[in-house]
T-cell receptor, first 117, second 113 residues
Framework: QQQVKQSPQSLIVQKGGISIINCAYE??????FPWYQQFPGKGPALLIA???DVSEKKEGRFTISFNKSAKQFSLHIMDSQPGDSATYFC????????????????WGLGTSLAVNP | NAGVMQNPRHLVRRRGQEARLRCSPM?????VYWYRQLPEEGLKFMVY????????ESGMPKERFSAEFPKEGPSILRIQQVVRGDSAAYFC???????????FGDGTRLSIL
């Protein structure tokens, strides 16, 4: 059972366009939602993250929109560039409670983004 | 500013052999997470360690897999008697504190012949 559902699986966007990737979750204990970018042969790199006390966070061309009531969050990449072509993962973690708990990340299955020149 | 360092980057083992994967966290980071990634899939949590302590190993198979993070030296993920199904990319992440962002290494790609 996938706790974090990500869509679409793949996405093709023209240079200069907007890339939108969506994620949905069920566990209301999640309170931290990062997005990671991964290039082939590399590890995931943290792009941007949000907590549920805000509905939107923007860093440069990357924006996270968060809808707490719908339990959904999305990544928008404005003015998409060929260099943005990569796999993007959403993730979530819950506040640690008690011994043994931690910020382990629960991951979506990823979105392969291709930006055409 | 060294990031999370993992080695080896690629590891080939035959069935039944042992695999040792090493992870040196970022300077100042004392929290280490190990994740496994199968092709075309997201990462799956395996184990979380702090210096000299395993805090949560709920994602790690109970047999053949073990992890450690000694007082000195890197964290080690050890897989004994490897099987074909262990073929995957294994990623290590470190953080400065439990509520701090996780930073990832470039992984070890384990192939089992």
């Amino acid at each position: 059972q996938q706790q974090v559902k990500q869509s679409p699986q793949s996405l093709i966007v023209q240079k200069g366009g907007i890339s939108i990737i969506n994620c949905a979750y069920e566990n209301t204990a999640f309170d931290y939602f990062p997005w990671y970018q991964q290039f082939p042969g590399k590890g995931p790199a943290l792009l941007i993250a949000i907590r549920p006390d805000v509905s939107e966070k923007k860093e440069g061309r990357f924006t996270i929109s968060f809808n707490k009531s719908a339990k959904q969050f999305s990544l928008h990449i404005m003015d998409s560039q060929p260099g943005d072509s990569a796999t993007y993962f959403c993730a979530a973690s819950a506040r640690p409670r008690g011994a043994g708990n931690n910020r382990k990340l629960i991951w979506g299955l990823g979105t392969s983004l291709a930006v055409n020149p | 500013n060294a990031g999370v360092m993992q080695n080896p980057r690629h590891l080939v083992r035959r069935r039944g052999q042992e695999a040792r994967l090493r992870c040196s966290p970022m300077k100042g980071h004392s929290h280490v997470y190990w994740y496994r990634q199968l092709p075309e899939e997201g990462l799956k949590f395996m184990v979380y360690l702090q210096k000299e302590n395993i805090i949560d190993e709920s994602g790690m198979p109970k047999e053949r897999f073990s992890a450690e993070f000694p007082k000195e030296g890197p964290s080690i993920l050890r897989i004994q008697q490897v099987v074909r199904g262990d073929s995957a990319a294994y990623f290590c992440a470190s953080s400065q504190g439990i509520n701090q962002p996780q930073h990832f290494g470039d992984g070890t790609r384990l192939s089992i012949l």
